[in-house]
């Protein structure tokens, strides 16, 4: 009888689901953005695949990396949901009419996007002397892994082992995010797992259900929690409201918890190895704790666009101050990072020729537009520069006023730039490319997961990872229509 109760709970949380479904895909159908809502499709998919192969595993190293992924993918979703709230709520403001006084002087300019890198990540631990030094007392391990998001990107670091003969957690391979606005947010998460834990069909995960009603609003959230405090017998219901943002249903196997965290942002940037202070969660008395320093450690850097990507090109003639009039140069000028590059020829941009030379255009830089001669199309840009305490003017000619509003455009654009991504475009930072990541050892007594898994598979694994749900056929009924109606 308990077995038929906790099966009628599972039905009604997957039916629940496909209504949550329903509800998110009117979100993202309203936004008319359909790529978040197939990443959110993608990452669901991807969760029931982690709990059917953490349903599967007879190792405990690969039962680990399941319930890494399960964490992970958990998170993805979260965050996308996150993300079209957030999106919802920014569209009900445009449509708020705006009071006369509340109007004043907006500056539309935008920063431009950016890649920001965390590498060496190593997280130092305090071990007792008698644990370290005598090797004494019961021999203690961890599972644990980092999670690192940074608006909707989402990565995960590989899983790492820890006991007392370690003095640090590391983390080498860098995680690139290649969407980053100058205001950004990257929280780093540390999760950890007892490696010798007895796991068991756990509860709800009561976090993480905070954490989905407080992004809900208040009587949505309301519901949520109630509904997550029901006991196993109980009906969850959402009194015909808009259905409720569920968690994953309860798996049996290993669980991560959140062991530590910190934020980063732009004022953390440096092209140098740097400390960092952790907000550490839990205590001594739980299995997955570990004797953390309170600190971590790692290179936290971030290449703007404006200092890798062309910001502006085109063909000007340039003239130093000074020279003679008649002698300007006719080149081909790109706008890139702090620097002006001007070559004889457009081709010699493909193919990495060295520029004829280079104007400095940096946070110190003046820059302004005048005419040459008012009866001319013809329109001029100053450039000024200080060099060894001595100002270097250069004057840039265009052939139209068109063309001198594109480029003073780009030059504000630039300095805008760098303003907002600041000590970022003193130079250009540089970031390692991430090596491959290599597979979990698995010893020849274990065996692979793939033929754990056989007995399982069906033809096609995308088949196992939508293997429909049993549910009602009022409810098969109400999903047929709106899926039909929705393509």
């Given at each position: 009888m308990p077995t038929d109760k906790y099966s009628n709970m599972e039905e009604k949380l997957w039916i629940l689901e496909d209504l949550n479904m329903m509800y998110i895909r009117q979100i993202a159908l309203s936004l008319q953005d359909s790529d978040i809502q197939k990443k959110i499709d993608h990452e669901i998919r991807m969760r029931d695949g982690a709990c059917k192969l953490l349903a599967a595993c007879s190792q405990r190293d690969q039962a680990l990396e399941a319930a890494k992924s399960l964490q992970t993918c958990s998170t993805r979703i979260m965050a996308y949901m996150s993300e079209l709230q957030r999106m919802k709520e920014a569209q009900v403001m445009q449509n708020i009419p705006r009071r006369s006084s509340d109007v004043g002087p907006m500056d539309d300019r935008l920063p431009c996007k950016g890649k920001v890198a965390i590498s060496d990540l190593r997280i130092p631990l305090m071990w007792k002397d008698t644990e370290y030094f005598k090797n004494k007392g019961e021999l203690h391990r961890c599972a644990v892994f980092c999670l690192l998001h940074l608006g909707g990107e989402i990565f995960d670091t590989d899983m790492v082992i820890v006991d007392r003969t370690l003095t640090d957690i590391c983390f080498d391979n860098p995680i690139i995010f290649s969407d980053a606005g100058p205001g950004f947010q990257l929280h780093v998460e540390l999760y950890s797992c007892c490696f010798e834990e007895d796991y068991s069909t756990g509860s709800t995960p009561r976090k993480l259900a905070s954490k989905l009603s407080s992004s809900l609003g208040r009587s949505a959230g309301k519901k949520?929690?109630?509904?997550?405090?029901?006991?196993?017998?109980?009906?969850?219901?959402?009194?015909?409201?808009?259905?409720?943002?569920?968690?994953?249903?309860?798996?049996?196997?290993?669980?991560?918890?959140?062991?530590?965290?910190?934020?980063?942002?732009?004022?953390?940037?440096?092209?140098?190895?740097?400390?960092?202070?952790?907000?550490?969660?839990?205590?001594?008395?739980?299995?997955?704790?570990?004797?953390?320093?309170?600190?971590?450690?790692?290179?936290?850097?971030?290449?703007?666009?404006?200092?890798?990507?062309?910001?502006?090109?085109?063909?000007?003639?340039?003239?130093?101050?000074?020279?003679?009039?008649?002698?300007?140069?006719?080149?081909?000028?790109?706008?890139?990072?702090?620097?002006?590059?001007?070559?004889?020829?457009?081709?010699?941009?493909?193919?990495?020729?060295?520029?004829?030379?280079?104007?400095?255009?940096?946070?110190?830089?003046?820059?302004?537009?005048?005419?040459?001669?008012?009866?001319?199309?013809?329109?001029?840009?100053?450039?000024?520069?200080?060099?060894?305490?001595?100002?270097?003017?250069?004057?840039?000619?265009?052939?139209?006023?068109?063309?001198?509003?594109?480029?003073?455009?780009?030059?504000?654009?630039?300095?805008?730039?760098?303003?907002?991504?600041?000590?970022?475009?003193?130079?250009?930072?540089?970031?390692?490319?991430?090596?491959?990541?290599?597979?979990?050892?698995?010893?020849?007594?274990?065996?692979?997961?793939?033929?754990?898994?056989?007995?399982?598979?069906?033809?096609?694994?995308?088949?196992?990872?939508?293997?429909?749900?049993?549910?009602?056929?009022?409810?098969?009924?109400?999903?047929?229509?709106?899926?039909?109606?929705?393509?």
């Amino acid at each position: 009888m308990p077995t038929d109760k906790y099966s009628n709970m599972e039905e009604k949380l997957w039916i629940l689901e496909d209504l949550n479904m329903m509800y998110i895909r009117q979100i993202a159908l309203s936004l008319q953005d359909s790529d978040i809502q197939k990443k959110i499709d993608h990452e669901i998919r991807m969760r029931d695949g982690a709990c059917k192969l953490l349903a599967a595993c007879s190792q405990r190293d690969q039962a680990l990396e399941a319930a890494k992924s399960l964490q992970t993918c958990s998170t993805r979703i979260m965050a996308y949901m996150s993300e079209l709230q957030r999106m919802k709520e920014a569209q009900v403001m445009q449509n708020i009419p705006r009071r006369s006084s509340d109007v004043g002087p907006m500056d539309d300019r935008l920063p431009c996007k950016g890649k920001v890198a965390i590498s060496d990540l190593r997280i130092p631990l305090m071990w007792k002397d008698t644990e370290y030094f005598k090797n004494k007392g019961e021999l203690h391990r961890c599972a644990v892994f980092c999670l690192l998001h940074l608006g909707g990107e989402i990565f995960d670091t590989d899983m790492v082992i820890v006991d007392r003969t370690l003095t640090d957690i590391c983390f080498d391979n860098p995680i690139i995010f290649s969407d980053a606005g100058p205001g950004f947010q990257l929280h780093v998460e540390l999760y950890s797992c007892c490696f010798e834990e007895d796991y068991s069909t756990g509860s709800t995960p009561r976090k993480l259900a905070s954490k989905l009603s407080s992004s809900l609003g208040r009587s949505a959230g309301k519901k949520l929690r109630a509904a997550m405090e029901s006991g196993p017998g109980s009906p969850v219901s959402n009194g015909g409201a808009s259905p409720l943002l569920l968690p994953v249903p309860s798996v049996q196997g290993p669980k991560y918890h959140l062991l530590a965290h910190t934020t980063l942002s732009l004022s953390h940037v440096q092209d140098s190895f740097r400390t960092h202070d952790l907000t550490i969660s839990g205590s001594e008395e739980c299995s997955y704790w570990l004797p953390l320093y309170g600190s971590m450690c790692c290179r936290l850097v971030a290449q703007p666009n404006c200092m890798t990507q062309r910001m502006m090109s085109g063909w000007l003639k340039v003239r130093q101050c000074g020279g003679d009039p008649q002698s300007c140069s006719k080149v081909f000028a790109v706008l890139k990072g702090t620097s002006l590059f001007c070559y004889h020829r457009q081709e010699d941009v493909e193919t990495n020729i060295e520029p004829v030379f280079t104007i400095g255009i940096n946070k110190e830089t003046r820059i302004r537009a005048s005419d040459k001669d008012p009866h001319s199309k013809a329109q001029n840009i100053c450039i000024s520069n200080q060099y060894g305490g001595e100002e270097v003017t250069h004057t840039l000619t265009t052939e139209s006023r068109e063309d001198t509003h594109g480029w003073m455009e780009a030059f504000w654009q630039h300095f805008y730039d760098m303003s907002q991504w600041r000590q970022c475009c003193d130079d250009v930072m540089k970031i390692e490319l991430p090596s491959p990541r290599k597979p979990a050892p698995i010893t020849p007594k274990q065996g692979s997961l793939y033929h754990e898994m056989a007995p399982l598979a069906t033809p096609s694994c995308e088949g196992l990872l939508l293997q429909d749900n049993a549910v009602s056929a009022e409810i098969r009924a109400l999903l047929s229509s709106y899926y039909s109606d929705s393509y």
